[in-house]
């Protein structure tokens, strides 16, 4: 097999520890066959029916089902022993595979390596001058972290569940392994409790998980090396138990299910002992429903509002002598943790349950960061990194990969302590997310998380990272996820159009944009969001990270570092600007016969005129004729406007810090000009 | 509400019987709201859930489950009584549709009536300037045909449970009552037997629907409204029957799943007890799993080889003075008739089974068209046509549409006689797809056949046909159905593309070419296809009917009838020749990497070439300097030869007939130049 350009990175997300490059490599055809020799389980012949599927999909070949003979097959698999029956923390995940221009090789110690090692192989696998094919490699993998998990928020938007067996496949492709699921919350409590019915059947609007469904998602997981953590955020972020069981609370109720986003008053009781019953109960039903040995109790963000309000606790406060809110979450949380340790569980919780004394076991999962990781490590507890990998804040991928969880302050343990540092979780937090939308705020961007937590350390090239990042986005696609195609049916619905050409322009105005960072769309909203605020605007349509910007800005750069003369680099750079440009106009027909594009003209006439600047700049740099100061810091203002006009309806233009480099490129001081 | 074009036609598919419009149109938003009144069941509930989370996904708005309290919701729902316990042919189906701005009401005699109500309701909604709203109409609809179907073949290949499920929505989108689920064939038995459970274990590669998945299946059809009739085709087209039961056979066997495309010679020994033993036996046993009255028995294309060939049944025929294999099937289809009517089900089948003296109730599938039709109403037999419904044909919406059951010989038969032809069925052979590409061989095609079947005999506006057929094409995304999502990730295989923007000028291609019409694709392949050649090339990843094609040749007619003066017209041909102009060029990097882009080389040269003679015609044109006769004569020559060069990867150019128009324009006698 001839490999078209050998020299080009492998296509491997996360890349793996060790791999050489052989020569040549080995076909994929009809006559490709898959076999199993070693230790052998249901499990992996399961993974054998999803791999053989997989790769029929990437290359549409017509497999045959998993063959007996492992002599003669294609890809042997060999597995030398099995893997604990509920799986474990820690556990082997190493591989080794090998292929050749005659035949693969993948040996694992057990099936969570095999599982891995099986998605390498796919991922080699490539379209060639001659057909498909997977390149000649020796590999040698493990991973760097052993918790490498993703959270999602199921509670402020519900998630079917077939909408998360897809983000199941996605983790194991990029070879994640934890799945933490955040099952209640102010807004929804979406687990039933045979014991409790009252806090699905009342807090959930009828949108929960069974126990039976959630039995099958465990299984799910389990065949893809994934473990399942429940979170039950206690004892803020707690309205949707009190719906149900308004006993629970420190205030006197009646409740109702959050519609807001925020944080909110109602905490649970602490001082109360029924409480404790309660929560003993609801926790050992819950223990025997999921299995693995994490049980995550959240803890975050307690106002104390109804504590203080409540003559009750107050007193109980006083008589106690604990002195402050703090103190009193420290007691609530640590009875909680005996609840959970009583249930043959680990604790872990949000950073706030860090507190002087909390016992060793106890598992820290930091949203505020790797100083409160080196902190707990510090005391000897273990921690998770979840700072700098919330995904619903809408960062690039590059700023996630920055992030490490050996990084900072981490970086100065002992090795010992940083024995302590488990890994990473990315996570999805789901107030502007809903089904249709959650794909693409998780993929592609959650593969260079995956890729910070499994590869060695000094795996840091970021174009690299992208380059791999979009291949990996095209084959995630095969497994159901809709990050790239959910676009298409949202702007179709916006326009209103009946046929794809309809919406072209569009389309070039959706894929220009991101949605606004952080936790700002809230702030600029007219009127305040709530769970009933339809998720069907342009903002909900566009990418957290704009691919078309992204190589705009990559060209732009490349342009000016060529002293702005390269009329292949300038050819390209003014297309795509002469589309901005005139998106504006085209959509005007649309915006007649449409609110939501009507609504998304105020972001179209900025990227149009901000883009006819920019093109300006481009002229006067292909004429050498300089643009005066005074323009040059009035087209800067300007471009500021701009990105203000977007934010009205919740969007950024991230082409404008490209636009100001080329204008600035134009300025009398412009380094092109300049050098004229 | 405001309508902004309130003199469009509705978008409704197939047309009610009667549709009147009204003032202004009823707003939808968070408050919509939903009750059902009179007659209540499950089927009605579950029907309700598909309903609004329909309308959820047509608008993106958030919307509360039912209500109990039918006065005051936005939409109510009243059916008068239940509808048969198993569906029957000819059940009412009728219902009225009353929108106002103040609310809607929609009232049916039994479910069936309410499931087409409340589809229309669901086509009615638009965008609109003030939000998504359905426009004010008064509906008294009912169809015109009581048999209105859609056949699939998924024998040749298997299509899985769930790419059913969503033809299944589809076709209760466009109020088609009848799945005919062709089971079995030369290349698969597909339904599981535990009378003979050979059939489905050596007969299927494993690849059949189990009893259980059967049932779950006609429970879904039954929700729909939609009757599930099966085909066992008999005593040709089962080799797959044979691999399990020689004995069944008029050969020696043995026998092997066939793989290749075609007749072939094994046939039932229709002279053995034994078969007749055999099949009352298995008909019994698939006549209890399938509800339904009829029961389809094949009957098409036995070449008679295998009985020529046996002394046995040579001397069976001699003995009994059977005169030829006709005949010899007459009495074997007789003989199977009687079995079907045995378990009181009513036998259908293909023409070949309307012999002399065949029992009236016997129903006729007419692939051979109307004439048969005819003949068969004048023995008295009902029929239905499927003859110029063959969806993977490749014909267009519009031939397809021009197809009447009740044209040709059979307008001229007797009122009593009409009475027996029933209506129609699409029908979708699957020589050349498969679970990736069925979607787009049936849809959106499959809603213009279907509303042959239901709106009156006087709807026959084409262009009104085609405009509401690409809003309805839009709809049937929101059911899951992939007919037009199915290409960019076919494309983007061939392309070994990582990101969308890297084969856009592959998407021009695909999106200007069909794949070949009729039976030709067989004829002009290379190598002899089997059920192992992958369904990947580029022929697999256009559309039946191009969609991009149809606007362009519309835009020449009218370009041309505008005597080729108004450059409004002139400019969108010339921006799209010179985009296909450029294709094969552009295409260059790609074939460099990748086998399937090279293969379409071909046909991007051919595209690329012709339309480069078209634009030459148009500069000619627009200069007023005609071509000359000689010239024009070489182009048309030309044109010819790209066509040919498009078929040898199967593949068509249905631009063609609109670049000849222009040369033809172009030429010192073209009306265009002439009218100088």
Not at 422 to 438: D, F, H, Q
Not at 555 to 564: I, M, P, R
Not at 583 to 601: F, G, N, T
Request: with cysteine; glycine share 6%.
């Amino acid at each position: 097999m001839s490999f078209a350009q050998s020299t080009e990175p492998l296509n491997l997300m996360p890349l793996p520890a060790k791999v050489e490059r052989g020569d040549g490599g080995l076909k994929i055809d009809a006559g490709f066959t898959l076999a199993f020799a070693g230790y052998r389980e249901a499990r992996l012949d399961r993974a054998g029916q999803r791999f053989l599927r997989q790769l029929r999909r990437q290359t549409g070949i017509v497999l045959l089902p998993a063959s007996k003979n492992a002599g003669a097959a294609t890809l042997t698999v060999t597995t030398d022993h099995e893997s604990k029956p509920v799986q474990e923390l820690g556990e082997e995940e190493s591989y080794t595979l090998d292929v050749t221009p005659v035949g693969a090789k993948l040996h694992a110690a057990n099936p969570l390596g095999t599982l891995h090692g099986l998605q390498t192989f796919l991922q080699l696998v490539a379209i060639t001058p001659d057909g498909f094919a997977a390149p000649a490699v020796h590999t040698e993998d493990q991973p760097r972290f052993s918790w490498r998990g993703l959270m999602i928020d199921v509670s402020r938007h519900f998630i079917p569940l077939e909408v998360l067996k897809r983000n199941l496949d996605g983790m194991e492709a990029v070879k994640m392994n934890v799945f933490h699921w955040h099952l209640s919350e102010n807004q929804g409590f979406r687990a039933e409790s045979r014991k409790f019915p009252r806090l699905h059947e009342q807090g959930s609007d009828g949108l929960y998980y069974t126990q039976e469904e959630i039995r099958d998602l465990i299984e799910y997981a389990r065949d893809r090396g994934i473990r399942v953590v429940p979170e039950f955020d206690m004892p803020g972020h707690s309205t949707a138990w009190f719906v149900g069981y308004p006993e629970l609370a420190s205030g006197s109720g009646p409740y109702a299910i959050e519609r807001k986003w925020g944080v909110f008053d109602p905490a649970m009781d602490p001082t109360d002992e029924k409480t404790y019953k309660f929560l003993n109960d609801f926790i050992g039903e819950m223990a025997r429903l999921f299995p693995d040995q994490f049980f995550h109790i959240g803890g975050d963000e307690v106002n104390g509002k109804e504590w203080d309000a409540n003559p009750k606790i107050r007193a109980f406060k006083k008589s106690r002598k604990i002195k402050d809110n703090v103190e009193l979450q420290a007691y609530f949380s640590g009875r909680v943790q005996e609840l959970v340790t009583r249930h043959k569980k680990t604790p872990i919780g949000w950073d706030e349950i860090l507190v002087p004394g909390v016992p060793k076991t106890i598992v820290i999962q930091s949203w505020r960061g790797t100083e409160a990781l080196a902190a707990a490590a510090k005391m000897g507890n273990r921690g998770i990194l979840s700072n700098g990998y919330y995904l619903d804040l809408g960062w690039s991928a590059a700023r996630h990969y920055a992030t490490d969880p050996l990084g900072g302050p981490t970086a100065s343990l002992t090795a010992e302590q940083k024995q302590l540092i488990l890994g990473g979780e990315s996570c999805i937090w789901s107030e502007y997310v809903n089904a249709e939308t959650i794909d693409s705020r998780i993929w592609p961007r959650n593969s260079a998380i995956a890729e910070r937590l499994w590869s060695p350390a000094n795996t840091t090239d970021v174009s690299s990272m992208y380059v791999r990042m979009d291949t990996e986005a095209t084959r995630l696609e095969w497994l159901g996820l809709m990050h790239r195609s959910f676009q298409r049916t949202m702007l179709q619905r916006i326009a209103g159009a009946s046929f794809p050409g309809e919406f072209d322009a569009l389309r070039e105005l959706a894929q220009a944009l991101e949605h606004q960072k952080d936790y700002t769309r809230e702030e600029s909203a007219a009127t305040q969001p709530t769970s009933f605020t339809p998720l069907n605007r342009l903002v909900d349509s566009v990418q957290s990270e704009s691919d078309v910007s992204r190589r705009f800005s990559l060209l732009v750069e490349q342009y000016l570092s060529a002293n702005c003369k390269d009329p292949a680099l300038e050819a390209p750079i003014r297309a795509q600007l002469v589309k901005w440009s005139t998106i504006d106009a085209q959509l005007r027909p649309l915006a007649q016969r449409s609110h939501l594009v009507r609504e998304a003209s105020s972001a179209s006439s900025a990227l149009s005129e901000s883009a006819r600047n920019a093109l300006d700049a481009l002229d006067a740099l292909q004429r050498g004729a300089p643009v005066s100061d005074e323009e040059e810091k009035k087209q800067i203002v300007a471009l500021q406007t701009f990105e203000k006009q977007a934010n009205k309806t919740q969007l950024t233009i991230p082409e404008l810090p490209a636009f100001q480099k080329l204008i600035e490129a134009a300025s009398a001081g412009g380094a092109c000009i300049a050098s004229e």
